[in-house]
């Protein structure tokens, strides 16, 4: 019997990376561009297309990236001396809810200078617990790390309380779990996965981000949600569709990121757009087009069943949404109202009126008197500080969020030099009054720590042309953009949300939390900005990796 069907085209086997040089007019590669062809048909991805993102997972080689890139942590950390990040009084603040006070010097230029990482139990009795001038209680998820260093400290044997070192130790663990996911995410060949993974570490490692492991801040907290968000949205993409699983984690991975820290909050747009951001599912689309050939417009039941699966597509990331939104309106509505009194006057007298060619007209608009420009570039410690004005309640009375944020609505080129300022403390993404060493280490006070300066390094250079900061951002929202749509993979995805998320935080921070302490309020941003770089190495190797199309086999 002939089949008098018309021929076919079936897709073969996944199409592999085919790396091929650009070449000049006389037919010779460049050596700059055999080298990057060599380079990436080491470390390219592999396999692309829907097929990248179905791959087995190499779960050996992730468990031992992970713990390797654990312990090299742990290494850096604690050998050959203990490195962390010095309390500059705000660690107090978080952690008086675990019963523990910190032993130190009283003097505060003395116990900045150095790290003391003890905190022994203690019953707090109508003494300043919670954030410093009101008591508020200050929340944050870096609290499950802390109760997790609390247990360890325990098991340590480092006595009663807490001891940092363990919430240090505690960090690298969570650190090198969160590695081996990213491998096990990752497309592609497994030296290419590594590569990626050993970027990542080398990133973290930076002292200006590692330091705070060993510490009582909430940075931490918020690193390591960044990183397990990642992993988690990868996973989510790699799916294809949402699955609940997936889903369920990166609920939980971006609750966690968002509750580290208020600024944090500004990632939710971002969040939203990739729960939205669902990957076309290449071969669901060519089983229904086959279903559609063999049985001309398709039954009832398979036109349902594809309805189902769309609206299911929308619904379940978008209820996703909702459960994050309603975490971070949540973790907002409890963050302590003198905090957000401090933000606020720090943005008005140290950030606005600073640098207003008109002080008194600014205020008008803002609905102050024009006393207040006396307190023009003061803080609320400040002797000539607006508290001390009779008017001072007005401030209260008048000044909100939305005022600030309507105040650069209507004044867009003060976004000018205050982005100019912003980039300028991003690349001194440093806490400058505390020391990273331990008191009887034989280091000097308030030395810091410069064992792996390759982010502060970049930054350093950086300085001399600022510019190059947003270039590098923009470079890797394009090539996101640009493997997301031709090469059907995650990595683009997650390059665009990562370099939005910089963004949108970067201004979140300058237009709510003012000029004051901007260089250690943007650690969390250079930290996200950092990440760029194995990202746009992850891109440029892919696009630098010709895919061949797979020949089609006639039946």
């Known amino acids: 019997m002939v089949d008098s069907r018309p021929d076919v085209a079936k897709p073969g086997p996944p199409a592999r990376f085919a790396p091929e040089p650009l070449r000049r007019k006389n037919g010779t590669a460049s050596p700059l561009r055999s080298a990057a062809a060599y380079l990436a048909s080491t470390f390219g991805p592999g396999e692309v297309g829907s097929g990248a993102l179905r791959q087995p997972r190499p779960r050996g080689v992730a468990l031992s990236s992970g713990t390797?890139?654990?312990?090299?942590?742990?290494?850096?950390?604690?050998?050959?001396?203990?490195?962390?990040?010095?309390?500059?009084?705000?660690?107090?603040?978080?952690?008086?809810?675990?019963?523990?006070?910190?032993?130190?010097?009283?003097?505060?230029?003395?116990?900045?200078?150095?790290?003391?990482?003890?905190?022994?139990?203690?019953?707090?009795?109508?003494?300043?617990?919670?954030?410093?001038?009101?008591?508020?209680?200050?929340?944050?998820?870096q609290l499950l790390v802390l109760w997790l260093g609390k247990w360890l400290t325990s098991v340590f044997a480092w006595g009663?309380?807490?001891?940092?070192?363990?919430?240090?130790?505690?960090?690298?663990?969570?650190?090198?779990?969160?590695?081996?996911?990213?491998?096990?995410?990752?497309?592609?060949?497994?030296?290419?996965?590594?590569?990626?993974?050993?970027?990542?570490?080398?990133?973290?490692?930076?002292?200006?981000?590692?330091?705070?492991?060993?510490?009582?801040?909430?940075?931490?907290?918020?690193?390591?949600?960044?990183l397990a968000l990642a992993v988690a949205l990868l996973r989510y993409w790699n799916d294809g569709r949402p699955r609940l699983a997936s889903v369920l984690m990166v609920v939980l991975a971006a609750a966690f990121?968002?509750?580290?820290?208020?600024?944090?909050?500004?990632?939710?747009?971002?969040?939203?757009?990739?729960?939205?951001?669902?990957?076309?599912?290449?071969?669901?689309?060519?089983?229904?087009?086959?279903?559609?050939?063999?049985t001309g417009s398709g039954s009832a039941r398979r036109r349902a069943s594809s309805r189902r699966r769309r609206w299911q597509a929308f619904v379940v990331p978008s209820a996703a949404v909702i459960?994050?939104?309603?975490?971070?309106?949540?973790?907002?509505?409890?963050?302590?109202k003198r905090a957000t009194e401090v933000n606020l006057y720090n943005t008005v007298f140290a950030s606005i009126l600073p640098n207003s060619p008109d002080p008194v007209a600014d205020l008008k608009w803002l609905g102050l008197d024009r006393s207040f420009v006396t307190a023009a570039g003061s803080t609320m410690d400040s002797i000539n500080s607006a508290v001390y004005n009779s008017h001072y309640a007005q401030f209260g009375e008048q000044i909100n969020r939305g005022k600030i944020a309507a105040f650069f609505a209507t004044h867009p080129e003060r976004l000018i030099g205050l982005g100019e300022r912003g980039i300028t403390a991003l690349l001194t993404p440093e806490f400058s009054n505390g020391g990273s060493y331990m008191a009887d280490s034989g280091q000097g006070p308030g030395a810091k720590e410069r064992r792996v300066p390759v982010v502060l390094g970049l930054y350093t250079a950086l300085k001399a042309a600022p510019v190059a900061?947003?270039?590098?951002?923009?470079?890797?929202?394009?090539?996101?953009?640009?493997?997301?749509?031709?090469?059907?993979?995650?990595?683009?995805?997650?390059?665009?949300?990562m370099v939005l998320g910089c963004w949108a935080q970067f201004w979140v921070v300058l237009i709510f939390e003012g000029q004051p302490e901007i260089h250690s309020r943007m650690i969390v941003t250079g930290f996200m900005s950092a990440l760029c770089i194995p990202l746009l190495v992850a891109l440029v190797s892919i696009l630098a990796s010709k895919s061949p199309q797979p020949k089609p086999h006639v039946v």
């Open 68 to 141: 390797l890139a654990a312990l090299v942590m742990i290494l850096r950390l604690f050998l050959p001396r203990t490195v962390g990040m010095a309390d500059d009084g705000t660690g107090q603040q978080l952690l008086c809810s675990l019963g523990v006070r910190n032993l130190r010097p009283w003097g505060y230029t003395e116990f900045t200078h150095f790290i003391y990482p003890s905190w022994v139990p203690h019953q707090y009795h109508g003494e300043a617990c919670g954030f410093a001038g009101s008591g508020e209680p200050v929340y944050s998820s």
């Open 160 to 226: 009663a309380g807490l001891d940092t070192r363990a919430v240090g130790i505690a960090c690298c663990v969570a650190f090198g779990a969160l590695i081996a996911g990213l491998v096990a995410a990752l497309p592609g060949r497994t030296p290419f996965r590594v590569m990626i993974a050993a970027l990542v570490t080398l990133v973290t490692a930076d002292g200006v981000f590692a330091d705070f492991f060993v510490s009582p801040y909430r940075e931490s907290a918020a690193f390591l949600g960044t």
């Open 257 to 294: 990121t968002i509750s580290a820290m208020p600024q944090m909050v500004s990632c939710l747009p971002v969040i939203a757009l990739a729960l939205l951001w669902l990957p076309v599912d290449e071969r669901r689309r060519a089983s229904a087009a086959r279903g559609r050939r063999r």
């Open 323 to 336: 459960a994050i939104a309603g975490v971070a309106v949540a973790f907002l509505s409890v963050e302590p």
């Open 469 to 497: 900061l947003p270039g590098l951002h923009l470079l890797t929202l394009l090539l996101g953009f640009a493997v997301a749509a031709r090469r059907k993979s995650g990595i683009g995805r997650l390059a665009v949300v």
